[in-house]
T-cell receptor, first 114, second 114 residues
Framework: AQSVTQLGSHVSVSEGALVLLRCNYS??????LFWYVQYPNQGLQLLLK??????LVKGINGFEAEFKKSETSFHLTKPSAHMSDAAEYFC????????????FGSGTRLLVRP | EADIYQTPRYLVIGTGKKITLECSQT?????MYWYQQDPGMELHLIHY???????EKGDLSSESTVSRIRTEHFPLTLESARPSHTSQYLC?????????????FGAGSRLTVL
């Protein structure tokens, strides 16, 4: 069985500040992990994915995430927030390989203050 | 341009009406999915298909039905809409290539049943 917990339904940061969105997972098989972003009135867009290669994964728009097996975490970070980063962010887990379905967390809404 | 299209984007309809949400993709993906998304909650998989004439129910029970007669088309139907069906419905697709199951999402169909 697999599950994802995203801590904090809302995170608010000032423009230029560090962004940290937390994700913890549970998986009975080696996990693949994903971060997706959803802008208002749009579908989800892949930010980055971890597939058992490098534990530090770089994605689009300056975001990165680090897979920490000992902590069962896959937190998303960005050194400096931009107003355009305001969106809903979803963490997801699946089993290894293309045949496994994704399990999504409940999402974290990122607010960026001027 | 390869993409995934959902229509209608917004639909307001009365109780008891039959509705069909359309989803088409131009990427030749063999796998397609329908997720239900309520505000502040995770995405729930309600239907998926791994190929033509193959459909399965997802993790969340739904009164909707789907069909997959053509690879590119995966419509979702509600025979008799009720207010409890009010939600956003997201269609996604992926291929069976090696590696992770990376989903490409449509922009969503927001359904309101009065």
């Amino acid at each position: 069985a697999q599950s994802v917990t995203q801590l904090g339904s809302h995170v608010s940061v000032s423009e230029g500040a560090l962004v940290l969105l937390r994700c913890n997972y549970s998986s009975s098989v080696p996990p693949y992990l994903f971060w997706y972003v959803q802008y208002p009135n749009q579908g989800l867009q892949l930010l980055l994915k971890y597939t058992s290669a490098a534990t530090l994964v770089k994605g689009i728009n300056g975001f990165e995430a680090e897979f920490k097996k000992s902590e069962t975490s896959f937190h998303l970070t960005k050194p400096s927030a931009h107003m355009s980063d305001a969106a809903e962010y979803f963490c997801a887990v699946s089993g290894p390989g293309p045949s496994h379905k994704l399990i999504f967390g409940s999402g974290t809404r990122l607010l960026v203050r001027p | 341009e390869a993409d995934i299209y959902q229509t209608p984007r917004y639909l307001v309809i009365g109780t008891g009406k039959k509705i069909t949400l359309e989803c088409s993709q131009t990427m030749g993906h063999d796998k397609m999915y329908w997720y239900q998304q309520d505000p502040g909650m995770e995405l729930h998989l309600i239907h998926y298909s791994y190929g033509v004439n193959s459909t399965e129910k997802g993790d969340l029970s739904s009164e909707s039905t789907v069909s997959r007669i053509r690879t590119e088309h995966f419509p979702l139907t509600l025979e008799s809409a009720r207010p409890s069906h009010t939600s956003q419905y997201l269609c996604a697709s992926s291929d069976s290539g090696a590696g992770a199951n990376v989903l490409t999402f449509g922009a969503g169909s927001r359904l309101t049943v009065l």
